[in-house]
């Protein structure tokens, strides 16, 4: 990252090419301008109400079982809860969500060829 100096002599960061953004993403409109698409407020809780909703989550160690899981499939051949397979998709995922936040722009999977592109696939 390049810094430039203001006219008080403290230093701005500045925007090189090929760099990462800096602060937050570009705010994206509502097709055919407009609002922004996300909706917030009394919007929000008139569309989704002020109901908690409460999720179960099981309380016990997810690393022993995890591991009591594979262990397991070790022994019985069968395929484990979380595989290869489950774990290369997610990351994938992941480093499509972290590529768009620093492009600022939509990602798109080509599942067939395991390739990212900012292209519309397909």
Not at 63 to 73: E, G, P, R, V
Not at 75 to 90: M, Y
């Amino acid at each position: 990252m390049r810094v430039a100096m203001s006219a008080d002599r403290r230093t701005v960061p500045r925007r090189t090419r090929g760099s990462p953004r800096l602060g937050r993403p570009p705010r994206r409109r509502a097709r055919g301008g407009g609002e922004p698409a996300a909706i917030a407020g009394e919007e929000y809780t008139k569309k989704f109400g002020t109901k908690e909703i409460k999720i179960p989550v099981d309380q016990r160690d997810m690393m022993t079982a995890h591991i009591d899981n594979f262990l397991s499939c070790i022994r019985t051949r069968e395929k484990p809860h979380l595989d290869v397979e489950t774990g290369a998709r997610a990351q994938v995922v992941i480093n499509l969500a972290v590529q768009s936040y620093r492009e600022g722009k939509v990602m798109y999977w080509d599942e067939k060829n395991w390739k990212a592109s900012s292209k519309k696939i397909g």
